[in-house]
């Protein structure tokens, strides 16, 4: 029987909170599933407001792929604004989905995607408004699994106290084995269901992580060991799709009654990226390349524009412009006729030495939409250091080919706090954002340069886990040494992220198992929505440390060092440590690695090991860039590129 609608509950509260529209669904695109016996009940959950998670293309692919299922359900459910919040606890009103308006308890799976760490106090929140025990291990059998998965799932020990199991890497294969797993617990009355054996059942599922089966141990106040138990594998291995031909999706992307992030048709061009960023968790754990073929990118965009009338489409990925034949593609999309003066392209993700005039000419036929390239380091030898390998010319080039095209702003991002950091590299972002403002008014009297600057965060299964995070009075002397250097700049704006967050968000990435009860300890301080600047505090989180014995020293900003047990040491991204090691020792010599598409394999294990290899559509790289040609378009297929096995230099 299906659970009853709160909606009689839930509409006399949307009076008299912000943006009503939050919580009402009905969007087109939107599935409204039927509930009923021998179906697994999903509530995909994403713990910040509705206009930020709305558009989060990993919550809506695996949407579709369970609704599609005969024997799977899902909906949705955002993290209610504090407002609604107040009046959803004062008036004894549950976390409920936005399809149904049904109460999170009555779903078998509240599943949760973890794209930044600073909304774990929001997993938490959700999961106490759903009336659920926020500690797994307090959970009666008759309560839903929580489980998570997403980038910053690659470090569960944060939140292992208060999930149930994690999903690592892709998920459109993985949902439906665990879907499996869970058809006959789903099945059993609810107050006879066997928490403890459906856990180890889900244990067994590739890329399944079940914290409860993994015992930490410590000697001396440091990790030592994390010991998998009850026949847990040592090691969890994460997921790759190997072919996204395979999952063309969304294919019904959901289209917002009201204003969101990112409001434009989104379609993912490639899964992963090779160029072998220190610094970048993303495009180390989702290695290897995947493209999706030219072909299904044009169909996916056709339809989608078709159905959902928006006029503008992303084409996404970690470093869109690698995207074979980009110029052809995006002048494929708006030169087709329906399209004509009317609808643009936008590229979120740009190497400036894969950007070309060609690229800009494309672009702007229709609407200048917004321009970000990502130098990172202030310097060359920065560069090196996090193997960036953008040359002042290649930026230059970039810069002056979007302002020859109509561009007047263009973004630049950049990351202080890197390991070996001189204080000339932090000026050199000040030189480079003047220097690129001076292009930039060669074309336009008006023309501006944001530098946008954010502080570094060691991140888990890259090169650079193992370095020292600098201290927040380090980070704020570095902004302020950067801004003194970029006073009187004409036509340049520094902008930086408030170093007290890069604080925090240190804590949630580096942590082990006993950083979750300093989470807790800030939640049940008032700490939600820790990502947006009016509700962050810092004292919440180092008064939560201290009360738990810990340190900012200890937790965020020491060096570790080589043989040490890191936090995420039993979970994979397919990425073999002593690969890691030796390119952070190559790092802090200054010696720099070419992607690895076009060149020898450096055996990272991410082909190797997982059994995928690259696909893209060129198997060369073109004279004077990373796009592909014309002819690789015409061509119009992909192909894998097979990796040798050898050892690293």
Known sequence: MEPESLWPRIEPLLLDVQKPARYIGGEEGACTPVHRPGTVSWLLCYPDTYEVGLPNQGLQILYEILNERPDALAERAYAPWVDMEQAMRAAGVPLFSVENHLPAAAFDVLAFNLSAELV????????????????????????????????????PEPLADFVDAFVLGDGEEAVGEVTDVLATWSAAPTQGRDRATVLRRLAQVPGVY?????????????????????????????????????WPYPRNQLVPLTEVVHDRLNVEVFRGCTRGCRFCQAGMITRPVRERPVEQVRSMVEAGLERTGYEEVALTSLSTADFSGIEQLVRDVIGTPRHEGRVSVSLPSLR?????????????????????????????????????????????????????????????????????????????????????????RRHHRGATVVASVGGFVPKPHTPFQWASQDTVAELQRKVDLLRRAAKGARGLTIRWH??????????????????????????????????????????????ALAAEGLTLDEVVHRERQAGECLPWSHVSAGLHSDFLWQDWQEALAGGAVEDCRWTPCYDCGACTGLGVEHVVASPEPPAGGSQGTGQDLANGGRVPVRLVTGARD
Not at 526 to 535: L, M, V
Request: charged fraction near 25%.
């Open 120 to 155: 774990y106090t929001n997993v938490l929140n959700m999961v106490d408004l759903a009336g659920i025990p926020v500690r797994a291990d307090r959970r009666a059998a008759s309560d839903p699994l929580v489980v998570a998965g997403g980038h910053c799932a690659f470090n």
């Open 210 to 246: 079940v914290p409860s089966l993994y015992v930490p141990r410590y000697e001396g106040g440091r990790l030592v060991s994390v010991e998998a138990t009850d026949g847990a594998p040592a090691t969890v291995e994460k997921r790759a799709v190997a072919d996204l031909a395979d």
């Open 352 to 440: 400036v030495d894969a950007f070309t005039v060609g690229t800009a000419a494309e672009i702007q036929r229709v609407r200048r939409t917004g321009l970000t390239f990502a130098p990172e380091g202030g310097t060359w030898r920065m560069r090196r250091v996090i193997n960036k390998l953008i040359s002042e010319e290649d930026l230059y080039s970039a810069v002056d080919a979007a302002f020859s095209q109509g561009w007047r702003r263009v973004k630049l991002y950049f990351l202080i706090g890197l390991p070996t950091e001189r204080d000339e590299d932090v000026v050199g972002i000040a030189e480079l954002g003047t220097r690129c403002a001076e292009i930039g």
């Open 498 to 543: 408030d170093p007290e967050a890069t604080a925090a968000e240190g804590i949630a990435s580096r942590g082990d198992r006993r950083v979750g009860a300093v989470i807790e300890r800030v939640w049940r301080a008032g700490g939600t929505f820790q990502e947006w600047t009016e509700r962050f505090d810092l004292v919440r989180w180092t008064d």
